[in-house]
């Protein structure tokens, strides 16, 4: 009985000890969840950086982010555009498949270039060259510029850093080469 008794003793012990740390550890957390405080970044002595989106015109993957023609901004939905104010349909599509290439130099392919196709209002095909950019909060797609007198494009690669088009002007191979400053597309040659 006695050996009963000690065994019931350090178990009611051990669950005072127990539930006194529990009263404890609900103290602190209900007193550090009502600080005013957004976060715990200034009580907790961690260099944590508090991340915040800069440009909020980024999209889940190149086919569904916002890019530029002049001055006008559209954005990709599926591969087809679309003004912003308007929100309506704009005749710019992608044509073929995005490259992915590693464009801002991440050791990562994650980056994609691609060409967009855009109707006229004279019927004509016009071809621009854009690329986005993979950052962690989604893709940011750059400017894209005119492929002036291309009438098809035949091939776009990423080699040394350049992008390549080879396009049909006036019925002759043309190639045009295209880079990335200052986070937009620039031509080359």
Same mark, same amino acid.
């Given at each position: 009985?006695?050996? =009963?008794? =000690?065994?019931?003793?350090?178990?009611?012990?051990? *669950?005072?000890?127990?539930?006194?740390?529990?009263?404890?550890?609900?103290?602190?957390?209900?007193?550090?969840? *009502?600080?005013?405080?957004?976060?715990?970044?200034?009580?907790?002595?961690?260099?944590?950086? %508090?991340?915040?989106?800069? /440009?909020?015109?980024?999209?889940?993957?190149?086919?569904?982010?916002?890019?530029?023609?002049?001055?006008?901004? $559209?954005?990709?939905?599926?591969? %087809?555009?679309?003004?912003?104010?308007? %929100?309506?349909? !704009?005749?710019?599509?992608? *044509?073929?498949?995005?490259?992915?290439?590693?464009? /801002?130099?991440?050791?990562?392919? /994650?980056?994609?270039?691609?060409?967009?196709?855009?109707? +006229?209002?004279?019927?004509?095909?016009?071809?621009?060259?854009?690329?986005?950019?993979?950052? $962690?909060? #989604?893709?940011?797609?750059?400017?894209?510029?005119?492929?002036?007198?291309? +009438?098809?494009?035949? +091939? !776009?690669?990423?080699?040394?850093? $350049?992008?390549?088009?080879? #396009?049909?002007?006036?019925?002759?191979?043309?190639?045009?080469? $295209? #880079?990335?400053? /200052?986070?937009?597309?620039?031509?080359?040659?």
């Amino acid at each position: 009985m006695k050996k =009963q008794i =000690q065994k019931n003793i350090s178990s009611r012990v051990g *669950s005072i000890i127990l539930f006194s740390l529990t009263i404890i550890v609900l103290i602190i957390y209900s007193y550090l969840s *009502s600080k005013e405080d957004d976060s715990l970044y200034d009580m907790v002595r961690v260099n944590i950086p %508090k991340i915040s989106i800069v /440009d909020k015109r980024v999209g889940a993957d190149p086919l569904n982010a916002y890019y530029m023609i002049g001055s006008e901004v $559209f954005k990709l939905e599926n591969g %087809k555009g679309v003004v912003l104010e308007e %929100k309506k349909d !704009v005749p710019i599509n992608v *044509s073929g498949n995005p490259i992915i290439a590693d464009l /801002d130099n991440k050791n990562v392919k /994650d980056d994609a270039i691609m060409i967009l196709s855009k109707v +006229s209002d004279n019927d004509n095909k016009l071809y621009y060259v854009t690329a986005s950019i993979k950052n $962690f909060y #989604g893709y940011k797609g750059l400017n894209a510029i005119l492929l002036e007198g291309v +009438s098809e494009v035949n +091939s !776009v690669n990423y080699e040394n850093g $350049f992008i390549k088009v080879n #396009g049909v002007v006036d019925k002759k191979s043309v190639i045009s080469y $295209f #880079g990335i400053k /200052d986070n937009k597309l620039i031509k080359v040659n």
